[in-house]
């Protein structure tokens, strides 16, 4: 009886073991997709005064003292329905951060910064992803 027993246990043992197993199997596919981000392609990033039937206008890198807003204007391609952030600076200080999100692939997107008279000099912004990695940067300067 005490054999039967322990060749019972023994089973039930072995029968969890290969359930376990299993089960890890099974776990990991499942965790692959969700880890998987989707990829943001910056195919086109410019700094410009206007923007004129989804087309950037006046572009440049040096604009006057009295601009009083500019805009940055992405082309991006590889990941509708994701997220990304336009992050302006002034010099080394953040002024802005605005969270745009992309509706398909190619997508074009912008975002519109005031720039007051008196911030002059240098300026850049960051295109970003949702995961804060830069994919872009765009460097430019306001009255010289």
């Known amino acids: 009886m005490k054999r039967m027993a322990m060749i ?6 072995l029968g969890r073991g290969l359930a376990a197993q299993d089960t890890s199997k099974a776990a990991a596919p499942t965790a692959a997709p969700a880890a998987a981000t989707p990829s943001v392609t910056v195919v086109e990033a410019v700094v410009a005064r206007s923007v004129l039937d989804r ?3 006046d572009t440049g890198t040096v604009f006057p003292a009295d601009v009083a807003q500019l805009i940055c204007w992405i082309k991006v391609e590889g990941a509708g329905g994701a997220s990304i952030h336009h992050v302006w600076f002034h010099g080394d ?5 605005v969270e745009l999100q992309v509706g398909g ?3 074009r997107t912008w975002s519109r910064k005031t720039v007051p ?4 000099g240098a300026w850049h912004v960051e295109v970003k992803d949702a995961a804060g990695t830069v994919l872009k ?8």
Not at 8 to 13: G, K, M
Not at 117 to 120: K, L, N, S
Not at 137 to 143: A, I, M, P
């Open 105 to 107: 692939s190619p997508w």
């Open 8 to 13: 019972a246990a023994s089973a039930l043992l």
């Open 137 to 144: 940067r765009l460097d430019f300067t306001v009255g010289q």
């Open 55 to 57: 087309q950037p206008q």
């Open 117 to 120: 008279a008196e911030w002059t």
């Open 93 to 97: 200080t953040q002024v802005g951060d």
